[in-house]
């Protein structure tokens, strides 16, 4: 079967630029993919790379789109090279939602009722919220407890440590005794820093894991480290795609994996791999729309740790 094909980048503006070690994100951009088969059923997929966490750039996915003709088979989509990781989950989640629709008019509206849609079908899901850097965290986090949110998550490892940790201990102090909060490094703590955040966090006794701590190079340290605190670890820029989670996986890794299924490459191989393997797995957001977002929480939905948020509280970080 063959389907027209279309596809239009996007641009999404963060209500407060976005601080993490890697550096400050203002804007996300992206494509929207449209595929329509021969009955005038509608998929819609999205392509949301995030290159410093090693997918393709936005570049390259531009010309992977360009290179494909206004009509492609299923062939076509399942030819694209994993270097492409993002690539491969828009093209193939297009693919795979293709949906039963009178035309062009009611695949239309799918976009617009999309969080609606996100509501009935992820009811089961709970929510961690991001947080904002910094002492902004001390009063941003009330926000997402009136909403319903009892995970939080913290980016650390961006100012001094002197400053991270005494934010730290006045947020365990207000926080409520029911939260959870889990500290995401981005890969941006010394092993020495790494050892003093998993220190605290066992005193806490509220952490629920350090978020890649160390370099993904560094993989050896953080399976020590591992061993070593009652403060779970979790890899993150360690197994950003499915070969890497893979790799890590081989070498021992049997701590939690935080996934981000937008940029993992392909949503049938990760799910074929996630159920051959137990693994403890926290889905996570690449600040992808509602396109991306729904293709990703569906996986969630069916390969999450029952007892872990998914790490999707991120709307409020747009206009």
Not at 98 to 110: A, F
Not at 257 to 282: E, M, N, W, Y
Request: hydrophobic letters at 40%; a negative charge.
């Amino acid at each position: 079967m063959t389907y027209r094909f279309e596809f239009n980048p996007y641009q999404r503006q963060f209500r407060h630029p976005l601080t993490t070690h890697h550096g400050i994100w203002k804007v996300r951009e992206g494509i929207i993919l449209r595929l329509v088969d021969e009955k005038g059923r509608v998929g819609w997929g999205e392509i949301a790379p995030l290159p410093w966490f090693g997918s393709e750039t936005l570049e390259q996915a531009l010309t992977v789109c360009q290179q494909f003709p206004s009509q492609i088979t299923s062939t076509d989509i399942f030819s694209i090279p994993a270097e492409f990781p993002a690539c491969q989950f828009g093209f193939e989640s297009a693919w795979d939602g293709l949906v039963t629709s009178n035309g062009e008019d009611e695949g239309e509206s799918r976009i617009e009722t999309e969080q609606i849609s996100q509501s009935l079908t992820h009811a089961s899901l709970k929510y961690s919220y991001l947080l904002p850097t910094g002492e902004a965290a001390l009063t941003s986090w009330q926000q997402g407890w009136q909403q319903g949110d009892r995970t939080f998550k913290w980016k650390i490892g961006v100012t001094s440590m002197e400053s991270e940790l005494r934010w730290f201990e006045q947020l365990v102090q207000i926080l409520p005794e029911s939260a959870q909060l889990r500290l995401d490094a981005n890969g941006g703590l010394t092993q020495h820093q790494a050892q003093q955040w998993l220190q605290v966090a066992d005193q806490a006794g509220i952490v629920e894991f350090l978020e890649q701590p160390l370099p993904p190079e560094e993989f050896a340290a953080m399976r020590a480290m591992y061993d070593q605190y009652r403060t779970a670890i979790a890899l993150d820029e360690s197994v950003a795609t499915l070969n890497q989670l893979k790799t890590c996986y081989q070498q021992g890794w049997r701590g939690i994996f935080v996934i981000k299924a937008a940029i993992a490459g392909s949503p049938t191989q990760l799910r074929q791999f996630c159920q051959a393997h137990d693994i403890d797995v926290v889905f996570s957001s690449v600040f992808e729309s509602a396109i991306a977002r729904q293709a990703v929480l569906n996986l969630a939905v069916e390969l999450s740790h029952p007892h872990r948020a998914v790490g999707f509280g991120v709307n409020h970080w747009f206009v």
